[in-house]
């Protein structure tokens, strides 16, 4: 299914997705290099066995960019003019190597556009869970996506 236009969403829209993404070492380790992360929590395996997790945490940044990666061909894709912005965003599990994620998305907000009278300001609620359904990640996500086309 293609992202839908600002005009097809309503408040409390919610969106089950059905692609999944099991989190590889590989996944962790590039994502860290190319950021610069050099945090031994997510590269340095005998630093992160002796936190207190035991072992390597998935980069946050990779969860939550995979998390909306996971959104986007259900949401926006096509129908995007821009992201606009994220908020709230938590992180209350930490993400192992191994594990399996998923995606979820509700619409929260609609705003016509003051500027831009073919778009509209869709405000959705992605939450990232894991194999034992446990929320990851969510945050809020403020996106800017055209209006149907008349012919539509």
């Known amino acids: 299914m293609a992202g839908k236009y600002f005009n097809q969403w309503q408040i409390g829209d919610t969106i089950v997705h059905d692609i999944r993404r099991t989190v590889t070492e590989t996944d ?24 207190e ?12 960019a995979l ?21 709230k965003l938590i992180m209350p599990k930490p993400v192992f190597i191994g594990d ?26 992605h939450r990232g869970l894991n194999q034992r ?3 990851v990640c969510s945050c809020e996500r403020a996106a800017l996506l055209k209006k149907a086309p008349t012919d539509i």
Do not use: C, W
């Open 28 to 51: 962790n380790l590039l994502f860290s290099v190319m950021t610069h992360n050099p945090q031994p929590l997510h590269i340095d395996a005998e630093a992160a066995k002796a936190s």
């Open 53 to 64: 997790f035991g072992q390597i945490l998935v980069n946050g940044t990779f969860t939550f």
């Open 67 to 87: 998390m909306v990666g996971l959104s986007v061909g259900d949401t926006t894709l096509g129908t995007l003019v821009a992201n606009l912005g994220y908020d």
């Open 100 to 125: 399996t994620l998923r995606a979820e998305t509700e619409v929260i907000g609609l705003k016509e556009s003051k500027s831009r009278p073919d778009a509209g300001v869709v405000t959705f609620l």
């Open 133 to 135: 359904d446990e929320v």
